[in-house]
C-alpha cells in the first residue's frame, strides 16, 4: 500500500473514534446514587431527554453529540436539579477505547442486599445467545425505576460497549439504613 493511500484511509476514519459515557451522581439525606453507563446510544436521534440547569432545559441528545464532536478524553460536567429541586452532577465523557490483554467482561452482576442482610443476587451473560441467568435470592423485594431515561439494556451495541470496557461499576445505591443496590460487569 502506498503511503498516500495509507494517508487517505487513515484521514476517512472517524477522528473522534472513542465512546460516551454518561455519569450521574446524587448525594441525599437518604441515599448515595452514582450511575455509569454506557452511552453510544445517546447521540443517535430521538426525543429530546431533558435535564434541568440553573433553570434552564439542556438536551441531554445535544450534550453527547456535542462530547462525541470533541476529541477523546473530553468531559462535559452539568450540575443539575430534579423536579423536586434536589441536585445532581451529570457528565457525558468521550472516553478512548480501551485496549486490554485480559478477558472482556463476560457477566452482568446486580446485587440487591436489604438494610436486614437479606439479598438477592442476579446475574446476566453478557454474550449473546449464552446460557441462562443464575439467581440466588432470599427474601427481598425491590423496584429500581430510572425516571425520564430509558436505557436500551438489550441493544446489542450497547452490550458491546459494556464487554469492551474494563469490569464497571454501573450503578450503585446505598442507603443510610444499610441497603444497596449495585450492578456492575465482571
Not at 24 to 42: F, G, I, M, Q, Y
Not at 161 to 183: C, F, H, M
Request: proline share 6%; with cysteine.
Amino acid at each position: 500500500m502506498s503511503a498516500s493511500l495509507l494517508c487517505a484511509a487513515l484521514l476517512a476514519l472517524p477522528a473522534h473514534a472513542g465512546d460516551l459515557w454518561l455519569q450521574v451522581h446524587t448525594d441525599s439525606e437518604d441515599d448515595l446514587v452514582k450511575v455509569e453507563l454506557p452511552a453510544n446510544w445517546l447521540a443517535d436521534p430521538g426525543e429530546p431527554l431533558e435535564v434541568s440547569v440553573e433553570g434552564r432545559q439542556y438536551d441531554l441528545r445535544q450534550v453527547a453529540r456535542a462530547a462525541q464532536a470533541r476529541r477523546e478524553g473530553t468531559r462535559i460536567q452539568l450540575h443539575a436539579t430534579d423536579e423536586q429541586g434536589q441536585p445532581y452532577e451529570l457528565a457525558v465523557e468521550h472516553r478512548r477505547s480501551e485496549r486490554r490483554s485480559g478477558p472482556v467482561p463476560q457477566t452482568l452482576t446486580l446485587d440487591l442486599l436489604g438494610s436486614d442482610g437479606e439479598g438477592l443476587q442476579l446475574r446476566l451473560p453478557l454474550l449473546l445467545g449464552e446460557g441462562a441467568m443464575s439467581i440466588a435470592a432470599e427474601g427481598f423485594h425491590a423496584d429500581i425505576e430510572l425516571d425520564g431515561l430509558e436505557i436500551p439494556w438489550e441493544a446489542e451495541a450497547f452490550l458491546a460497549q459494556l464487554r469492551a470496557a474494563p469490569p464497571t461499576s454501573l450503578v450503585e445505591v446505598l442507603s443510610v439504613d444499610g441497603g444497596s443496590v449495585v450492578i456492575r460487569t465482571e
